[in-house]
Structures are given as structure tokens and as C-alpha cells.
């Protein structure tokens, strides 16, 4: 089992650039979280789908965030035009059956926006 | 505003001692618990619940305590050992779906366990 997988693990980008982070979650799993960790705000979730509908986004901090779930084995977290507040760790979690409590977690994205 | 609240940044142990890690939390609605680990480079991973309808819960070294009326849960390690060292997470969630709803985490507690 290869877990919940996310691309890239570092990303070094200008501010204005178009950011995309990508998740794989574990074959099988049915729920999708999107988490955005800092130090002044620490893990807050941005988003979360269900069988690839979002449920959820009223964490997404601004317009400039955006996120998709074209299959069940593909989600994407882009913003553009990104900004240096944007810096942080993204991470993805996957769950499965709803009533399941483990929430699966990548190993997170660590965003730098110069 | 913070929902879920883990007023020590760091707590250092001896090895061998308990180790006591606490969260309070402010939503009322709240009634599943979860303790995350994290080490660094990685991301969290599951360690404990438990939910509103309990007030222990034990899991080998790992003991979660809740108290909904002081809206407060702990987590006890006994004894601490090195390989404990690392960020835990207190979360939260509304509803019975548990994991499969969104979490409302803490921002952690540094635990560091000294030889």
C-alpha cells in the first residue's frame, strides 16, 4: 500500500506564479482533505470532497485558491497567482468508509513563494 | 479564532516518565476526538480517539481522557519513551462520520523525551 501520495514535496516559486499541488489518495478511499499547515495558524482544513464532489470549502482563504477532483485517484490544489503568505506546508489526507476515523495523511508540500 | 486549542507549544519529559499532552476545545458541536503524531517530513499520523460518549479511551501506553463538561481531553503516555518525541496534534470534528468529516486540529505540542 503506497499510501496517500503528493507531488511535489518542495516548491519554490515568485509571487504571481500559478501553483499547482497534486494528491493521490489511497485506492479505494471515498473522502479527500486538503490542509494547509503554518506556525500562526497550524493544520487548517481548506478543503474536502466526497466521492469527488466537494463538501466543503469554506476554508479556501481567497479566490486565488482553487481545488479539483476530476477521478477518484486524482485531486488538485492550485493557486494563482500565488503570494508569499501562501508559504506552508499542503498536505492531502484520504478516509474510507464514512463513520471510518483515521484520516490517512501524504507527507505534505512544502510551499516557498519568494 | 481557535476552535481547538493546545496551550503548550512544548512539554519536555524524562524518559521513562508519564507524559500528559492537553487540548480544550470551544465548539460545543464537537463530538469525535483525535490525537495525531507528527514527525518532521512527514505527515500526521493516527494514534488515538475517542468519542463524545466516552471518557477513556486506551490504546497500550496511549490513554485519551475526555471531559465534556470542561470541554478538555488529555492524552497520557506511560511510560515515555525516546521513539515519542514528536508534534501531536488534538482534532476534533462535528458529527458521527468522524474521519470522513473535516478536522479541526490544534497546532500542536512539541513533545520532546530526554535520555
Known amino acids: 500500500d503506497a499510501g496517500v501520495i503528493q507531488s511535489p514535496r518542495h516548491e519554490v516559486t515568485e509571487m504571481g506564479q500559478e501553483v499547482t499541488l497534486r494528491c493521490k489518495p489511497i485506492?479505494?478511499?471515498?473522502?479527500l482533505f486538503w490542509y494547509r499547515q503554518t506556525m500562526m495558524r497550524g493544520l487548517e482544513l481548506l478543503i474536502y470532497f466526497n466521492n469527488n464532489v466537494p463538501i466543503d470549502d469554506s476554508g479556501m482563504p481567497e479566490d486565488r485558491f482553487s481545488a479539483k477532483m476530476p477521478n477518484a485517484s486524482f485531486s488538485t490544489l492550485k493557486i494563482q497567482p500565488s503570494e508569499p503568505r501562501d508559504s506552508a506546508v499542503y498536505f492531502c489526507?484520504?478516509?474510507?468508509?464514512?463513520?471510518?476515523?483515521?484520516?490517512?495523511f501524504g507527507p505534505g508540500t512544502r510551499l516557498l513563494v519568494l | 479564532d481557535q476552535q481547538v486549542k493546545q496551550n503548550s507549544p512544548s512539554l519536555s519529559v524524562q524518559e521513562g516518565r508519564i507524559s500528559i499532552l492537553n487540548c480544550d476545545y470551544t465548539n460545543s458541536m464537537f463530538d469525535y476526538f483525535l490525537w495525531y503524531k507528527k514527525y518532521p517530513a512527514e505527515g500526521p499520523t493516527f494514534l488515538i480517539s475517542i468519542s463524545s460518549i466516552k471518557d477513556k479511551n486506551e490504546d497500550g501506553r496511549f490513554t485519551v481522557f475526555l471531559n465534556k463538561s470542561a470541554k478538555h481531553l488529555s492524552l497520557h503516555i506511560v511510560p515515555s519513551q525516546p521513539g515519542d518525541s514528536a508534534v501531536y496534534f488534538c482534532?476534533?470534528?462535528?458529527?458521527?462520520?468522524?474521519?470522513?468529516?473535516?478536522?479541526?486540529f490544534g497546532k500542536g505540542t512539541h513533545l520532546i523525551i530526554q535520555p
Open positions: 482534532a476534533a470534528s462535528v458529527g458521527t462520520g468522524g474521519g470522513a468529516d473535516g478536522l479541526t
Open positions: 485506492s479505494g478511499h471515498n473522502s
Open positions: 489526507a484520504s478516509v474510507g468508509l464514512a463513520g471510518a476515523e483515521t484520516q490517512y
